[in-house]
C-alpha cells in the first residue's frame, strides 16, 4: 500500500529553510511514518515555486531541491498546479466550455 501526503512546500520550508538537506530531513521523517508519496502544491495563490518558460520568474524554486531530497529518501515527489483559477498563475491557461447565459453567477468564478 502506499500512503501519500498533501503537502505546500513554501509554507513547509521557508526561506533560509529550504536547503536540500533540510527538506530530506523533513521527508525521511515522513518516510519513517510510512509516507511514500508526497504531493506538494507548487503553484497556488497565484504564485509558483518551480521553473518554467511560460510562467516566467518563479517565486522561490522549491520543486528542483524538494525532488533531489526525495530522491535521495526514497519518497517520490508528485507536483501539484493549482491553475484552475481565472487569476494569478492560471489566468489564460483555462476557459471553461460553458455557456455563461445558464450558470449562475455566484458560480462563475469556479
Same mark, same amino acid.
Given at each position: 500500500?502506499?500512503?501519500?501526503?498533501?503537502?505546500?512546500?513554501?509554507?513547509?520550508?521557508?526561506? @533560509?529553510?529550504?536547503?536540500? %538537506?533540510?527538506? =530530506?530531513?523533513?521527508? $525521511?521523517?515522513? /518516510?519513517?511514518? !510510512? &509516507?511514500?508519496?508526497?504531493?506538494?502544491?507548487?503553484?497556488?495563490?497565484?504564485?509558483?515555486?518551480?521553473?518554467?518558460?511560460?510562467? @516566467?520568474?518563479?517565486?522561490? %524554486?522549491?520543486? =528542483?531541491?524538494?525532488? $533531489?531530497?526525495? /530522491?535521495?529518501? !526514497? &519518497?517520490?515527489?508528485?507536483?501539484?498546479?493549482?491553475?484552475?483559477?481565472?487569476?494569478?498563475?492560471?489566468?489564460?491557461?483555462?476557459?471553461?466550455?460553458?455557456?455563461?447565459?445558464?450558470?449562475?453567477?455566484?458560480?462563475?468564478?469556479?
Amino acid at each position: 500500500m502506499k500512503i501519500g501526503v498533501w503537502g505546500h512546500p513554501c509554507d513547509e520550508f521557508p526561506e @533560509g529553510h529550504d536547503s536540500v %538537506d533540510e527538506m =530530506a530531513r523533513r521527508l $525521511e521523517t515522513l /518516510r519513517e511514518g !510510512g &509516507v511514500s508519496q508526497y504531493f506538494a502544491c507548487v503553484a497556488i495563490a497565484g504564485r509558483h515555486y518551480f521553473a518554467s518558460e511560460v510562467l @516566467g520568474e518563479p517565486e522561490r %524554486d522549491l520543486l =528542483a531541491p524538494l525532488i $533531489e531530497a526525495g /530522491r535521495r529518501c !526514497g &519518497v517520490e515527489i508528485r507536483p501539484v498546479l493549482g491553475l484552475g483559477g481565472r487569476l494569478g498563475v492560471g489566468r489564460g491557461l483555462y476557459q471553461p466550455p460553458l455557456d455563461h447565459s445558464d450558470a449562475p453567477e455566484w458560480a462563475l468564478d469556479w
